[in-house]
Nanobody
């Protein structure tokens, strides 16, 4: 099973981007899915997470600006990012619980750059 993230790019502060991540060709049930990010010189941090039933968790820094959602039929998770700030610049990674695997699987990352 591969997680394929897309949707990153360059945007001005105050703009919006929508990230997508699909778990392709998965014969297993997909559990919780989430987005993390890693800025240069910083540790990877949780941005948002969503369970299969739709319960959401957000980092305080993105609450009210980012929205995580998912389409279970497509095994896809989305991250709508509004009111972007330069400090949101990072590589964004998706992950997912796949089947009974003890650890989540990770996607390849997509770069988001917010200019001031």
């Amino acid at each position: 099973v591969q997680l394929q993230a897309s949707g990153g790019g360059l945007v001005q502060a105050g703009g919006s981007l929508r990230l997508s991540c699909a778990a392709s060709r998965s014969p297993f049930s997909i559990g919780a899915m989430g987005w993390y990010r890693q800025a240069p010189g910083k540790q990877r941090e949780l941005v948002a997470d969503i369970t299969r039933s739709g319960s959401r968790t957000y980092a305080d820094s993105v609450k009210g600006r980012f929205t995580i959602s998912r389409d279970n039929a497509k095994n896809t998770v989305y991250l709508q990012m509004d009111s972007l700030k330069p400090e949101d610049t990072a590589v964004y990674y998706c992950n997912a619980e796949i089947g009974l695997a003890p650890d989540r699987s990770w996607g390849q990352g997509t770069l988001v750059t917010v200019s001031s």
